[in-house]
């Protein structure tokens, strides 16, 4: 028989544990939460002050963005991003400034300059609240996301530093030489395996188009993309999953999340014009009130805890809130599927568009010659900027820089080729992979300004078209269309808008596009492509260099670098996310994944030479899948060779290039694989062309019927008339 101490002693055990449950304390191995820390440190320069007329700028070297709210000083800003498994927990961030530093300033810190509409500049709101004494109030700012990082759902800790702070009262400035950054955060719990039913893409179409949806449905299954079609009415009446929500446009956001947990869905393809939309509320200032649509409702699916992502934070049944009412609504913003839309009226237009999709992928476009074209059209978007620049031109450039390996086609203003319509009809016409327009737009129109000159709109008359758009004849050689502007994507106000028409075209038009469903807010003159709309259609290009190879990704991953800088720092920043719409199919290949090819060798050739004499140069690179290769040569004089090729990897090859104007031209190759992946440019050579040899019009005729042996006819034809 047991004695009482015995007894309480094979008791106590028992009602620990009981106490350790109740009190909600888990006993069970491995569910301690772990925390851990990841640190960081970060040094800066001594700031780079600069007087400007009334004015002084600040910089610093390493900066990577700007502080930029509106009416207040523009000060350098240093973002970082850390990237976490899903599900992470993120307790703290804590950014330590050391070695600060102070200066007294003799002028007023330059104003970030307010944005402009449609050429026009607006009083922000922002101006009615300027009163401070120390800006920014605090050296940092973080925030957590979830959304896709490439593919992989992921917890995004967006870290915006501010290394200078500027004293209004006393004009001195204090900057930090040196920041210490801690995060502190805990992994999550493995998550259970989904279904065995798994699919890639999922297509929410209208009941409708059903059928009209089967061989693509059938084409992206053999190209390896599980595909599943799903009905609006199969979603509300939860054929699938139970429905949940308050709304249709609820429940299918319920629905895509139920996808993604139980079928590992990575891509949303909306179609229908008649898919629900969801209205969102975003006041920039009392003349940019408007209520527009945003797709990227649809696929910010979790919030920066892992939770859905209602969109309605304040329980007013009224969406994606800022500025608008008493309280802002919460909002994610990082998508957590691929998306795009396709916002056909009739089975006629998804049927010519399925046809696109499946010729477009079969001849591999992406790896086709003209597929290495791009054509950036723009002139000067706001005529006011007092240094004359041309902001169309302007991010034209900055886009072409981005593409480096693209041809480039410049239609501009300043050169003349963009008065009429001809020219860049006949660019369209000779097939791109992309195309970049920049400057003003409406549902149906983009155009831009000659310098200066406001009262004109080019292409004249009115700009270029939707109907124009509609009768290109590129056939399959079709490019993806990017446009800085206005209300280009509204679809949900006319099946003919802007963005859309390129899709409709049955001869030619486009594969896919991106564009604004609101008014667009730009800044004007170098600051252009700081923020706003122009710095967005910087992102997507920027999305397809780092290595996008589907549409959707680069819908989603320039989404999540805008966020990240310059970040969502006012009215026109959330505007400008909510806004951009993506037009197509979020599977689309673009790209292939490959490695790079080495970066060629230096040409090697002639360094001095005469002008209409003809040159050779040689080089060579190796791919490391041992894959055939192309070659472009660019010759310093604004011309390129083209891709030539393809040549087996290791040979040596040559081409020729002649030049027709006397100077210095620094030349340079660059290779790409089969697979379309390019090598960096390889070390210039500087060849000199120093004195024009005396023509000899005999075999300059014979070269000119060599190249055109059709245009001595012709000329003869012209000279009868």
Not at 75 to 96: A, D, E, H, Q, W
Not at 204 to 217: C, T
Not at 561 to 573: K, R
Not at 678 to 697: C, F, G, I, Y
Request: proline content about 5%; aromatic content about 12%; charged content about 20%.
């Amino acid at each position: 028989m047991l004695t009482g101490v015995e007894r309480m002693r094979k008791i106590l055990p028992i009602l620990i544990v009981g106490i350790l449950l109740l009190s909600g304390v888990s006993i069970a191995a491995g569910s301690i939460e772990k925390t851990e820390y990841k640190e960081i440190n970060l040094t800066f320069s001594k700031p780079e002050i600069k007087e400007q007329n009334n004015y002084i700028t600040i910089s610093i070297k390493e900066a990577n963005s700007h502080l930029m709210k509106q009416n207040m000083p523009m000060l350098p800003s240093y973002t970082k991003t850390m990237i976490f498994p899903f599900g992470t927990k993120i307790k703290n961030v804590i950014c330590t400034p050391e070695n600060i530093e102070e200066k007294t300033i003799t002028k007023e810190i330059m104003i970030t300059p307010k944005p402009a509409l449609a050429g026009k500049i607006i009083k922000t709101k922002s101006e009615e609240t300027t009163n401070y004494k120390i800006y920014p109030e605090n050296w940092y700012e973080y925030n957590v996301y979830s959304g896709l990082h490439g593919n992989v759902r992921s917890v995004f800790v967006n870290i915006n530093i501010h290394p200078v702070k500027y004293n209004k009262q006393t004009k001195t400035i204090k900057w930090a030489n040196k920041v210490e950054v801690k995060i502190e955060y805990t992994l999550p719990e493995p998550q259970p395996t989904p279904t065995d039913e798994k699919y890639n893409l999922v297509i929410i179409s209208e009941d409708k188009y059903s059928n009209n949806l089967q061989n693509l449905v059938t084409h992206k299954t053999i190209r390896g993309i599980s595909t599943k079609l799903v009905t609006l009415s199969e979603i509300y009446t939860g054929t699938y999953f139970p429905p949940q929500g308050r709304d249709h446009q609820e429940n299918i956001k319920y629905f895509i999340k139920d996808a993604i947990e139980k079928w590992e869905t990575s891509n949303i393809m909306l179609v229908g014009r008649n898919v629900p939309t969801r209205d969102v509320h975003v006041l920039v200032n009392d003349e940019d009130d408007e209520v527009f649509v945003s797709d990227l409702y649809y696929a910010d699916i979790y919030d920066g805890k892992g939770h859905f992502a209602s969109w309605d934070t304040n329980y007013n049944d009224v969406f994606g809130e800022i500025s608008w009412g008493v309280t802002d609504d919460k909002l994610d913003l990082h998508p957590d599927v691929h998306l795009a839309r396709i916002p056909c009226i009739n089975q006629n237009e998804l049927d010519n568009f399925v046809n696109k999709i499946i010729n477009y992928e079969n001849s591999y476009a992406y790896t086709q010659s003209w597929f290495g074209e791009i054509i950036t059209v723009g002139g000067d978007s706001f005529t006011t900027d007092e240094n004359g620049i041309l902001e169309g031109e302007y991010v034209n450039d900055k886009v072409i820089d981005i593409m480096q390996g693209f041809i480039p086609t410049r239609i501009w203003a300043s050169q003349g080729s963009l008065t009429t319509k001809a020219t860049l009809t006949n660019a369209l016409n000779s097939g791109a992979g992309f195309v970049d327009f920049s400057g003003h737009g409406n549902t149906y129109v983009w155009a831009t300004h000659p310098y200066k000159n406001p009262s004109v709109w080019l292409p004249l008359p009115y700009g270029w078209l939707s109907t124009d758009t509609l009768g290109l004849s590129n056939r399959e050689e079709l490019p993806i269309i990017v446009t800085g502007a206005c209300s280009v994507g509204k679809f949900n106000k006319d099946s003919n808008c802007y963005c859309y028409a390129w899709l409709k075209n049955r001869d030619g038009g486009g594969i896919a596009s991106f564009g604004a469903t609101g008014l667009g807010w730009a800044y004007i003159g170098e600051y252009v492509t700081y923020a706003l709309i122009e710095k967005m259609t910087l992102e997507v290009f920027k999305a397809y260099k780092n290595g996008a190879i589907t549409l959707g990704e680069m819908w989603s991953r320039a989404l999540n670098s805008y966020i990240q800088d310059p970040g969502l720092q006012d009215e026109g920043d959330y505007k400008t996310v909510l806004e951009w719409e993506c037009f197509g199919d979020p599977t689309l290949q673009i790209a292939e994944e490959s490695q790079t090819p080495s970066t060629p060798e230096r040409p090697n050739g002639p360094t001095s030479g005469e002008t209409y004499e003809e040159y050779t140069y040689t080089t060579t690179s190796t791919d490391p899948d041992g894959d055939e290769l192309y070659y472009l040569f660019d010759w310093g004089d604004g011309t390129y060779s083209g891709w030539i090729g393809p040549y087996t990897s290791g040979n040596t090859i040559s081409v020729t290039n002649t030049w027709f104007t006397e100077g210095t031209y620094e030349i340079k190759v660059k290779a790409k694989d089969i697979h379309g992946t390019q090598s960096d440019w390889s070390e210039p050579l500087s060849v000199t062309m120093p004195r024009s040899k005396a023509v000899n019009h005999y075999t300059l005729l014979e070269k000119i019927w060599e190249q055109f042996p059709n245009i001595f006819p012709i000329l003869k034809q012209l000279l009868k008339k």
